[in-house]
Each structure stands twice: as structure tokens, then as C-alpha cells.
């Protein structure tokens, strides 16, 4: 099955600087690719999801990048706040939002005001 | 985006008793919806699929008689944990695709204690 790996576990940033997450998953098949952002007591929010016939994708400060030879996708965040501070998921599946999702372990931002 | 609730938020039972614990999408249809246990400080781990007018679909290791999942219509799925213990305190969250964007979205979740 498909095992999605998320790195680094943790990250810190000073408010303003970019953050970069980055992911790696095994299955060649997957095709769809979202990014969660999860506050403490809260369900996941979707913040931005990427298909495999595209390479990159940027809503304001936020933008996936998708790289299908090496098996790799990427979350970009620009001028961080504070309020960015959260854990973040990345996810793969094969077919789409039907299909049940394969998390990656997360990782917490922290934005240093 | 589409909304996806559930109910209740927060749940405290005793040992021993079953807990029910609805998922509704509010304003979309969704014949699938996916049913995931959280621990703290963890992710979130894929638990079954409830699938409208059929029978759920275990992950495995999952035990289907302790966690009943019913897909009563195309706006609600609900997980009822029999005879809780302990171990199963645990943060539950259900999601639900949404077919106009291909997207899937998440409920709020309900935290469960079990004294």
C-alpha cells in the first residue's frame, strides 16, 4: 500500500520568512495530493490540494509543487503569521477525493512573532 | 467549501457503554464517507469506510463489532462505539468528498473519554 512520509516533525520560522514541508510517497498510482492544516482540538482544514497533471499550484501565500518522477510534493508557505502556527498533513490517494487518504505523520510550525 | 459537522464534540462515558457518534454533510450528498481515530500528537489513522446503502469497510485491525458504522442516508454516517473502554478515549474525525471540487473534507471532531 502507499506510505507517505512527511519531514522534517517539526519546524520553526520567524514571522515573515517562508516554510517549506516536504513529502515523499511510494505509490506511483497515487494522483491526488492535499495538504491539511490541523489546530489543537480541531478537525483537519484543507488548505490546498494538487492533481498529478499538474505541477504546481498557488492560492495567495500558499503553493504546492508536485514533482511525479521523484515521488515528491512540496508545501510552501510565504510571509508567515503567527496564526500559520498549526500541525500539517500531507495526504495521498489514488483516485481522488473518494478514495481514502494516506496521511503523513504531520509536522508543527511554529512561527516566532 | 463544503461543511461537514459532528456530533457531539465532546462525549464522557463509563466503562462499559456504547457511544454513538453522528457525521453529517450539510450541504452536499456524500455516499462515502471515511471514519479516522486520532491520539494525541499523532495522525490520523484511516479506521473504516461508510459507504451509503452497503456495509462498511474495515481497515485492517480495525474490529468491525466494536465499531458500528451505519450509513443511514446521504447526509449522515454515524460510529457507535460498543461497550467502551479505556483504550478507546481517543479523538474520532470524519471526513466526507465533496463531488463538485473532488475534494474531502474533514468534521470537526468528538472527543471521547472513557472513565
Given at each position: 500500500g502507499e506510505n507517505v512520509e512527511q519531514h522534517p516533525s517539526t519546524l520553526s520560522v520567524q514571522e515573515g520568512d517562508s516554510a517549506v514541508i516536504k513529502c515523499t510517497y511510494s505509490d506511483s498510482a497515487s494522483n491526488y495530493f492535499p495538504w491539511y492544516k490541523q489546530e489543537l482540538g480541531k478537525g483537519p482544514q484543507l488548505i490546498i490540494d494538487i492533481r498529478s497533471n499538474v505541477g504546481e499550484k498557488k492560492d495567495q501565500r500558499i503553493a504546492?509543487?508536485?514533482?511525479?518522477?521523484?515521488?515528491?510534493?512540496?508545501?510552501?508557505?510565504?510571509?508567515?503569521?503567527?496564526?500559520?502556527?498549526?500541525?500539517?498533513?500531507?495526504?495521498?490517494s489514488r483516485t481522488g477525493a473518494n478514495s481514502k487518504l494516506t496521511f503523513g505523520k504531520g509536522i508543527t510550525l511554529s512561527v516566532r512573532p | 467549501g463544503a461543511v461537514v459537522s459532528q456530533h457531539p464534540s465532546r462525549v464522557i462515558c463509563k466503562s462499559g457503554t456504547s457511544v454513538k457518534i453522528e457525521c453529517r454533510s450539510l450541504d452536499f450528498q456524500a455516499t462515502t464517507m471515511f471514519w479516522y481515530r486520532q491520539f494525541p500528537k499523532k495522525s490520523l489513522m484511516l479506521m473504516a469506510t461508510s459507504n451509503e446503502g452497503?456495509?462498511?469497510?474495515?481497515?485492517?485491525?480495525?474490529?468491525?463489532?466494536?465499531?458500528?458504522?451505519?450509513?443511514a442516508s446521504l447526509t449522515l454516517s454515524t460510529l457507535t462505539v460498543t461497550s467502551a473502554h479505556p483504550e478507546d478515549s481517543s479523538f474520532y474525525i470524519c471526513s466526507a468528498p465533496w463531488s463538485v471540487l473532488d475534494t474531502q473534507y474533514f468534521g470537526p471532531g468528538t472527543r471521547l473519554t472513557v472513565l
Open positions: 504546492v509543487t508536485l514533482n511525479k518522477t521523484a515521488k515528491h510534493f512540496s508545501l510552501h508557505i510565504t510571509e508567515t503569521q503567527p496564526e500559520d502556527s498549526a500541525v500539517y498533513f500531507c495526504a495521498a | 452497503s456495509k462498511a469497510t474495515y481497515e485492517q485491525g480495525v474490529e468491525k463489532d466494536k465499531f458500528l458504522i451505519n450509513h
